[in-house]
Protein backbone atom coordinates (compact mmCIF):
# COMPACT_ATOMS: atom_id res chain seq x y z
CA UNK A 1 0.00 0.00 0.00
CA UNK A 2 2.07 2.82 -0.82
CA UNK A 3 2.01 2.69 1.66
CA UNK A 4 -0.82 2.51 2.22
CA UNK A 5 0.79 5.52 0.76
CA UNK A 6 -0.48 8.62 -1.18
CA UNK A 7 3.00 9.04 -3.36
CA UNK A 8 2.49 11.48 -5.91
CA UNK A 9 4.02 9.64 -9.30
CA UNK A 10 5.83 6.72 -7.41
CA UNK A 11 3.88 3.78 -8.31
CA UNK A 12 4.88 2.46 -5.21
CA UNK A 13 2.55 0.81 -3.01
CA UNK A 14 3.72 -0.42 0.34
CA UNK A 15 1.75 -3.22 1.38
CA UNK A 16 -0.74 -2.84 3.28
CA UNK A 17 -1.85 -0.59 5.95
CA UNK A 18 0.45 1.56 7.32
CA UNK A 19 -0.10 4.42 5.22
CA UNK A 20 1.15 6.04 2.93
CA UNK A 21 -0.42 8.09 -0.28
CA UNK A 22 1.27 6.94 -3.49
CA UNK A 23 0.62 10.14 -5.13
CA UNK A 24 1.74 13.18 -3.22
CA UNK A 25 1.57 10.41 -0.92
CA UNK A 26 -1.35 10.57 0.83
CA UNK A 27 -1.72 7.75 2.34
CA UNK A 28 -1.25 5.03 4.28
CA UNK A 29 -2.54 1.06 3.51
CA UNK A 30 -4.26 -1.09 5.58
CA UNK A 31 -4.03 -4.55 4.79
CA UNK A 32 -6.27 -7.60 4.47
CA UNK A 33 -5.39 -10.28 6.96
CA UNK A 34 -3.75 -13.32 5.27
CA UNK A 35 -5.36 -16.73 6.51
CA UNK A 36 -3.01 -16.73 9.88
CA UNK A 37 -4.29 -13.15 10.35
CA UNK A 38 -6.26 -11.59 13.01
CA UNK A 39 -9.98 -11.56 13.17
CA UNK A 40 -11.05 -9.57 16.11
CA UNK A 41 -10.56 -10.97 19.61
CA UNK A 42 -8.29 -13.79 17.94
CA UNK A 43 -4.64 -12.97 17.92
CA UNK A 44 -2.13 -14.95 15.76
CA UNK A 45 -0.53 -17.13 17.57
CA UNK A 46 3.35 -16.49 18.36
CA UNK A 47 5.99 -19.06 18.45
CA UNK A 48 7.51 -17.37 21.56
CA UNK A 49 4.83 -16.48 24.14
CA UNK A 50 3.99 -13.09 23.19
CA UNK A 51 6.24 -11.77 20.47
CA UNK A 52 6.96 -8.78 22.14
CA UNK A 53 10.75 -8.65 24.38
CA UNK A 54 10.73 -6.28 27.33
CA UNK A 55 11.92 -2.68 27.15
CA UNK A 56 15.52 -3.51 28.67
CA UNK A 57 18.30 -0.68 28.80
CA UNK A 58 19.78 -3.27 26.64
CA UNK A 59 17.33 -3.25 24.17
CA UNK A 60 16.33 0.47 24.44
CA UNK A 61 20.27 0.81 23.35
CA UNK A 62 19.49 -1.16 20.43
CA UNK A 63 16.90 0.48 19.27
CA UNK A 64 18.61 3.80 19.71
CA UNK A 65 21.16 2.55 17.47
CA UNK A 66 18.47 1.42 14.64
CA UNK A 67 16.91 4.74 14.52
CA UNK A 68 19.98 6.43 14.30
CA UNK A 69 21.75 4.01 11.65
CA UNK A 70 18.24 4.24 9.41
CA UNK A 71 18.58 8.21 10.00
CA UNK A 72 21.81 8.26 8.52
CA UNK A 73 21.07 6.08 5.26
CA UNK A 74 18.57 7.43 4.37
CA UNK A 75 19.06 11.21 5.56
CA UNK A 76 16.28 11.75 7.92
CA UNK A 77 16.20 15.00 9.56
CA UNK A 78 14.27 14.39 12.38
CA UNK A 79 11.61 11.32 13.50
CA UNK A 80 9.66 10.53 16.69
CA UNK A 81 9.70 7.19 18.02
CA UNK A 82 6.96 5.38 20.38
CA UNK A 83 6.49 1.78 21.86
CA UNK A 84 4.59 0.85 24.41
CA UNK A 85 3.26 -2.51 26.35
CA UNK A 86 1.46 -3.57 29.07
CA UNK A 87 4.08 -5.12 31.31
CA UNK A 88 7.30 -4.42 29.02
CA UNK A 89 7.91 -0.82 29.62
CA UNK A 90 7.10 1.72 27.00
CA UNK A 91 10.24 3.78 24.91
CA UNK A 92 9.35 7.49 23.41
CA UNK A 93 12.19 9.64 21.83
CA UNK A 94 12.96 12.01 19.23
CA UNK A 95 15.84 12.41 17.20
CA UNK A 96 17.15 14.49 14.84
CA UNK A 97 15.57 17.94 13.66
CA UNK A 98 12.06 19.39 12.94
CA UNK A 99 13.31 22.66 10.90
CA UNK A 100 16.36 22.14 8.79
CA UNK A 101 17.21 25.98 8.65
CA UNK A 102 17.38 26.56 12.42
CA UNK A 103 17.92 23.64 14.06
CA UNK A 104 14.86 23.24 16.01
CA UNK A 105 14.53 19.45 17.24
CA UNK A 106 12.34 17.10 16.98
CA UNK A 107 10.05 16.62 19.75
CA UNK A 108 6.56 14.33 20.12
CA UNK A 109 4.30 16.90 20.60
CA UNK A 110 5.34 18.70 17.46
CA UNK A 111 2.36 17.87 15.05
CA UNK A 112 2.68 16.15 11.13
CA UNK A 113 0.99 15.08 8.79
CA UNK A 114 0.02 11.51 8.51
CA UNK A 115 -0.95 10.63 4.54
CA UNK A 116 -2.71 7.25 4.08
CA UNK A 117 -3.75 6.97 7.81
CA UNK A 118 -6.45 8.85 7.12
CA UNK A 119 -7.88 5.95 4.95
CA UNK A 120 -8.19 4.28 8.67
CA UNK A 121 -10.38 7.15 9.93
CA UNK A 122 -12.57 7.35 6.64
CA UNK A 123 -12.96 3.48 6.50
CA UNK A 124 -14.28 3.65 10.36
CA UNK A 125 -16.46 6.73 9.45
CA UNK A 126 -17.63 4.19 6.50
CA UNK A 127 -18.24 1.30 8.61
CA UNK A 128 -20.14 2.93 11.72
CA UNK A 129 -22.73 3.73 9.05
CA UNK A 130 -22.76 0.19 8.63
CA UNK A 131 -23.03 -0.30 11.59
CA UNK A 132 -26.16 1.97 12.19
CA UNK A 133 -27.66 0.38 8.79
CA UNK A 134 -27.13 3.29 6.67
CA UNK A 135 -25.11 1.70 3.80
CA UNK A 136 -23.85 -1.86 3.33
CA UNK A 137 -20.97 -2.77 2.49
CA UNK A 138 -22.29 -5.15 -0.09
CA UNK A 139 -23.60 -1.87 -1.86
CA UNK A 140 -22.03 -0.57 -5.14
CA UNK A 141 -20.86 2.65 -5.15
CA UNK A 142 -23.16 3.43 -8.08
CA UNK A 143 -26.20 4.06 -5.67
CA UNK A 144 -24.47 6.93 -4.30
CA UNK A 145 -21.78 8.13 -6.61
CA UNK A 146 -22.57 8.98 -10.31
CA UNK A 147 -20.06 8.64 -13.09
CA UNK A 148 -18.10 6.00 -11.68
CA UNK A 149 -16.49 3.68 -14.12
CA UNK A 150 -18.07 -0.08 -13.49
CA UNK A 151 -20.03 1.46 -10.62
CA UNK A 152 -22.93 -0.55 -11.03
CA UNK A 153 -20.23 -3.53 -9.87
CA UNK A 154 -18.02 -1.74 -7.76
CA UNK A 155 -18.83 -2.14 -4.39
CA UNK A 156 -17.74 -0.23 -1.23
CA UNK A 157 -16.32 -3.21 0.06
CA UNK A 158 -13.71 -3.68 -3.16
CA UNK A 159 -13.05 0.58 -2.70
CA UNK A 160 -12.36 0.26 0.61
CA UNK A 161 -10.09 -3.30 0.18
CA UNK A 162 -8.08 -1.71 -2.47
CA UNK A 163 -9.92 -4.15 -4.96
CA UNK A 164 -11.95 -1.68 -7.27
CA UNK A 165 -10.11 -2.15 -10.38
CA UNK A 166 -9.92 1.89 -10.36
CA UNK A 167 -6.86 4.16 -11.83
CA UNK A 168 -5.28 5.80 -9.38
CA UNK A 169 -5.75 9.96 -9.57
CA UNK A 170 -2.80 10.52 -7.79
CA UNK A 171 -0.31 8.63 -10.96
CA UNK A 172 -1.56 10.50 -13.35
CA UNK A 173 0.59 12.59 -14.99
CA UNK A 174 -1.99 15.84 -15.47
CA UNK A 175 -2.32 15.78 -11.52
CA UNK A 176 1.35 15.42 -10.90
CA UNK A 177 2.16 18.55 -13.14
CA UNK A 178 -0.85 20.54 -11.29
CA UNK A 179 0.11 20.03 -7.69
CA UNK A 180 3.81 20.89 -8.43
CA UNK A 181 3.21 23.79 -10.31
CA UNK A 182 1.27 25.13 -7.27
CA UNK A 183 1.13 23.01 -3.97
CA UNK A 184 -1.29 25.41 -2.68
CA UNK A 185 -4.12 25.65 -4.96
CA UNK A 186 -7.23 23.65 -3.65
CA UNK A 187 -8.53 20.57 -5.21
CA UNK A 188 -12.38 19.38 -5.01
CA UNK A 189 -13.16 15.71 -4.64
CA UNK A 190 -14.67 15.62 -8.00
CA UNK A 191 -11.62 16.97 -9.88
CA UNK A 192 -9.53 14.18 -8.47
CA UNK A 193 -12.03 12.12 -9.58
CA UNK A 194 -11.88 13.24 -12.68
CA UNK A 195 -8.13 12.62 -13.05
CA UNK A 196 -8.65 8.89 -12.23
CA UNK A 197 -11.84 8.29 -14.76
CA UNK A 198 -10.46 9.51 -17.87
CA UNK A 199 -8.28 6.27 -17.62
CA UNK A 200 -9.96 3.30 -18.70
CA UNK A 201 -10.13 0.29 -15.81
CA UNK A 202 -7.63 -1.56 -14.54
CA UNK A 203 -8.94 -4.66 -14.26
CA UNK A 204 -12.73 -6.21 -13.83
CA UNK A 205 -13.89 -5.57 -9.62
CA UNK A 206 -12.74 -7.64 -6.93
CA UNK A 207 -10.14 -9.47 -9.29
CA UNK A 208 -7.14 -8.17 -7.88
CA UNK A 209 -5.17 -6.20 -4.92
CA UNK A 210 -4.21 -2.86 -6.41
CA UNK A 211 -3.76 0.40 -3.85
CA UNK A 212 -5.42 3.09 -5.16
CA UNK A 213 -6.69 6.78 -3.76
CA UNK A 214 -9.42 7.01 -5.76
CA UNK A 215 -11.13 4.75 -3.72
CA UNK A 216 -10.90 6.75 -0.70
CA UNK A 217 -12.10 9.52 -2.26
CA UNK A 218 -15.28 8.06 -3.69
CA UNK A 219 -15.80 6.31 0.25
CA UNK A 220 -15.42 10.05 1.70
CA UNK A 221 -18.39 10.72 -0.32
CA UNK A 222 -20.91 8.07 0.77
CA UNK A 223 -19.66 9.09 4.19
CA UNK A 224 -20.67 12.33 3.58
CA UNK A 225 -23.82 11.86 1.54
CA UNK A 226 -25.09 9.51 4.19
CA UNK A 227 -24.08 11.51 7.70
CA UNK A 228 -25.40 14.56 6.14
CA UNK A 229 -22.23 16.18 7.61
CA UNK A 230 -18.92 17.44 5.52
CA UNK A 231 -16.27 14.52 5.76
CA UNK A 232 -14.23 16.37 8.40
CA UNK A 233 -16.74 16.81 10.65
CA UNK A 234 -18.61 13.90 10.95
CA UNK A 235 -14.77 11.92 11.85
CA UNK A 236 -14.57 14.80 14.45
CA UNK A 237 -17.60 13.91 15.81
CA UNK A 238 -17.56 10.20 15.87
CA UNK A 239 -14.27 9.29 15.50
CA UNK A 240 -12.06 11.85 17.36
CA UNK A 241 -14.32 13.00 20.17
CA UNK A 242 -15.40 9.41 21.38
CA UNK A 243 -11.11 8.42 20.87
CA UNK A 244 -10.05 11.71 22.75
CA UNK A 245 -7.84 12.51 20.15
CA UNK A 246 -7.71 16.25 20.64
CA UNK A 247 -4.42 16.86 19.00
CA UNK A 248 -5.56 15.01 16.09
CA UNK A 249 -7.75 16.74 12.78
CA UNK A 250 -8.46 17.28 9.29
CA UNK A 251 -7.46 20.21 8.12
CA UNK A 252 -9.12 22.98 6.13
CA UNK A 253 -7.13 23.59 3.38
CA UNK A 254 -3.70 24.02 4.05
CA UNK A 255 -4.07 24.69 7.75
CA UNK A 256 -1.23 23.26 9.93
CA UNK A 257 -1.81 24.10 13.92
CA UNK A 258 1.66 24.47 16.03
CA UNK A 259 3.67 23.35 16.79
CA UNK A 260 4.74 21.58 13.65
CA UNK A 261 7.90 20.19 12.15
CA UNK A 262 8.34 21.38 8.51
CA UNK A 263 8.67 18.25 5.94
CA UNK A 264 11.34 17.59 2.93
CA UNK A 265 10.02 15.78 -0.48
CA UNK A 266 11.71 15.52 -3.36
CA UNK A 267 8.44 15.29 -5.67
CA UNK A 268 8.51 18.66 -6.62
CA UNK A 269 8.18 19.88 -10.38
CA UNK A 270 12.17 20.99 -10.50
CA UNK A 271 13.17 17.23 -8.74
CA UNK A 272 15.04 19.69 -5.90
CA UNK A 273 14.33 18.89 -2.33
CA UNK A 274 11.59 21.42 -1.07
CA UNK A 275 9.88 22.16 2.18
CA UNK A 276 6.08 21.21 2.39
CA UNK A 277 4.74 22.47 5.30
CA UNK A 278 2.83 25.29 3.12
CA UNK A 279 1.68 22.83 0.54
CA UNK A 280 -2.25 22.58 0.61
CA UNK A 281 -3.16 18.68 1.35
CA UNK A 282 -6.58 18.35 0.05
CA UNK A 283 -5.55 16.84 -3.13
CA UNK A 284 -4.88 13.65 -0.76
CA UNK A 285 -8.62 14.36 1.36
CA UNK A 286 -10.46 11.57 2.58
CA UNK A 287 -7.16 9.08 1.53
CA UNK A 288 -4.51 10.99 2.96
CA UNK A 289 -5.41 14.82 4.65
CA UNK A 290 -5.24 14.88 7.71
CA UNK A 291 -2.90 16.01 11.20
CA UNK A 292 -1.81 14.06 14.39
CA UNK A 293 0.89 13.85 16.99
CA UNK A 294 2.61 10.92 18.69
CA UNK A 295 0.43 10.27 21.38
CA UNK A 296 -2.61 10.33 20.02
CA UNK A 297 -1.72 7.58 17.48
CA UNK A 298 -0.71 5.27 20.28
CA UNK A 299 -4.01 5.56 20.94
CA UNK A 300 -5.36 5.10 17.77
CA UNK A 301 -3.51 2.34 17.37
CA UNK A 302 -5.19 0.13 19.27
CA UNK A 303 -9.06 1.61 18.53
CA UNK A 304 -8.52 0.67 15.30
CA UNK A 305 -7.23 -2.48 15.38
CA UNK A 306 -9.85 -3.61 17.79
CA UNK A 307 -12.62 -1.43 17.71
CA UNK A 308 -12.75 -0.69 20.60
CA UNK A 309 -12.31 2.48 22.34
CA UNK A 310 -10.26 3.10 25.54
CA UNK A 311 -12.95 3.74 28.03
CA UNK A 312 -14.04 0.29 26.69
CA UNK A 313 -17.07 1.16 24.21
CA UNK A 314 -17.57 -0.30 21.18
CA UNK A 315 -16.20 2.40 18.27
CA UNK A 316 -17.30 -0.37 15.82
CA UNK A 317 -19.46 -3.42 16.61
CA UNK A 318 -17.88 -6.94 16.92
CA UNK A 319 -18.75 -8.20 14.03
CA UNK A 320 -18.27 -5.41 11.17
CA UNK A 321 -14.89 -5.21 12.80
CA UNK A 322 -14.28 -8.98 11.49
CA UNK A 323 -15.15 -8.01 8.22
CA UNK A 324 -12.42 -4.73 8.49
CA UNK A 325 -10.13 -7.49 9.56
CA UNK A 326 -10.75 -10.42 6.80
CA UNK A 327 -10.05 -9.92 3.54
CA UNK A 328 -8.40 -12.54 0.94
CA UNK A 329 -4.60 -12.13 1.05
CA UNK A 330 -2.50 -9.53 -1.29
CA UNK A 331 0.27 -11.04 -3.62
CA UNK A 332 2.91 -9.04 -0.66
CA UNK A 333 4.03 -11.85 1.16
CA UNK A 334 3.19 -12.21 5.17
CA UNK A 335 0.71 -9.03 4.45
CA UNK A 336 -2.70 -8.59 4.18
CA UNK A 337 -4.79 -5.66 3.62
CA UNK A 338 -8.80 -5.71 4.99
CA UNK A 339 -10.48 -2.60 4.96
CA UNK A 340 -8.51 0.48 5.03
CA UNK A 341 -6.57 -1.55 7.40
CA UNK A 342 -3.30 -3.67 7.16
CA UNK A 343 -1.67 -6.93 8.90
CA UNK A 344 2.12 -7.28 8.30
CA UNK A 345 3.38 -10.23 10.09
CA UNK A 346 0.80 -10.35 13.14
CA UNK A 347 1.10 -6.29 13.02
CA UNK A 348 -2.21 -4.23 12.29
CA UNK A 349 -2.52 -0.58 11.35
CA UNK A 350 -1.17 1.77 8.52
CA UNK A 351 1.18 3.61 7.24
CA UNK A 352 1.42 7.12 5.66
CA UNK A 353 3.09 9.13 3.34
CA UNK A 354 2.62 12.31 1.65
CA UNK A 355 5.19 15.15 0.49
CA UNK A 356 7.97 15.80 3.47
CA UNK A 357 6.17 13.05 5.74
CA UNK A 358 5.43 9.62 6.55
CA UNK A 359 4.37 7.65 9.33
CA UNK A 360 3.63 4.18 10.53
CA UNK A 361 1.21 3.63 13.06
CA UNK A 362 0.69 -0.36 14.23
CA UNK A 363 -0.77 -2.54 16.43
CA UNK A 364 0.41 -6.39 17.75
CA UNK A 365 -2.76 -8.03 19.44
CA UNK A 366 -0.64 -11.17 20.62
CA UNK A 367 1.28 -8.62 22.65
CA UNK A 368 -1.25 -5.52 23.28
CA UNK A 369 2.11 -3.62 22.19
CA UNK A 370 2.00 -0.35 20.00
CA UNK A 371 4.70 0.95 17.70
CA UNK A 372 3.74 4.74 16.17
CA UNK A 373 6.62 6.51 14.14
CA UNK A 374 6.59 9.94 12.46
CA UNK A 375 9.09 11.30 10.35
CA UNK A 376 9.67 14.87 8.67
CA UNK A 377 11.00 13.06 5.02
CA UNK A 378 9.36 11.03 2.45
CA UNK A 379 12.43 10.74 0.29
CA UNK A 380 12.42 7.30 -0.67
CA UNK A 381 15.99 5.49 0.01
CA UNK A 382 16.69 2.28 -2.39
CA UNK A 383 13.47 2.21 -3.25
CA UNK A 384 12.19 1.72 0.36
CA UNK A 385 10.24 4.45 2.14
CA UNK A 386 12.14 5.49 5.26
CA UNK A 387 8.94 4.59 7.84
CA UNK A 388 8.97 1.15 6.76
CA UNK A 389 12.63 1.17 6.99
CA UNK A 390 11.97 2.37 10.20
CA UNK A 391 9.79 -0.34 11.15
CA UNK A 392 11.41 -3.73 9.91
CA UNK A 393 14.79 -2.07 11.97
CA UNK A 394 12.81 -1.46 15.08
CA UNK A 395 10.55 -4.69 14.91
CA UNK A 396 13.27 -7.13 14.24
CA UNK A 397 14.74 -5.86 18.00
CA UNK A 398 11.14 -5.85 20.01
CA UNK A 399 9.18 -8.63 18.12
CA UNK A 400 11.72 -10.59 15.71
CA UNK A 401 9.11 -13.24 15.72
CA UNK A 402 6.16 -9.98 13.61
CA UNK A 403 9.46 -8.22 11.44
CA UNK A 404 7.57 -5.21 9.42
CA UNK A 405 9.18 -6.46 6.51
CA UNK A 406 6.64 -4.35 4.07
CA UNK A 407 8.35 -4.04 0.20
CA UNK A 408 7.76 -1.79 -1.99
CA UNK A 409 5.06 -2.89 -4.83
CA UNK A 410 5.03 -2.02 -8.20
CA UNK A 411 2.29 -0.17 -9.26
CA UNK A 412 -0.50 -2.68 -11.34
CA UNK A 413 -0.04 -2.70 -15.07
Sequence with gaps: MTHLCTRLRRGV????????????????????????????????????GDGVRALTPDVRRQVDDAVRRVMDQANVPGVNVGIWTPDKGEYVKSFGVADKATGQP???????????????FTVTALLELVDQGKIGLDDTIGKYVDGVPNGDRITLRQLAGM??????????????????????????????????????VLFPPGKKFFYCNTNLILLGLVVEKMSGQPLADYIHDTIL??????????????????????????????????????????????????????QDLRVWARTVATGQLPDGDRLISAPTQKQRLTTPPTPIPGTGYGLGIFDVQGWIGHNGSLPGYESLTIY?????????????????????????????AITKIISPDHVFNLPAQPAAK
Design 106 to 120: MSSDLYLRIGSETKT
Design 163 to 200: RSGLFNYSQDEGFFKALTSDPQRPFTPQELLDYSFKHP
Design 241 to 294: QPAGLDHTLFPHGAFFPDPHAQGYTDQTASGKVENTASWNPSWAWAAGAMISQL
Design 364 to 392: LPSAQATLVVMLNTDINYKNSEPSTLFGD
Design 13 to 48: VVAAAVGALVVPAAGGAAVALPSSAVTAGQPSPSPS
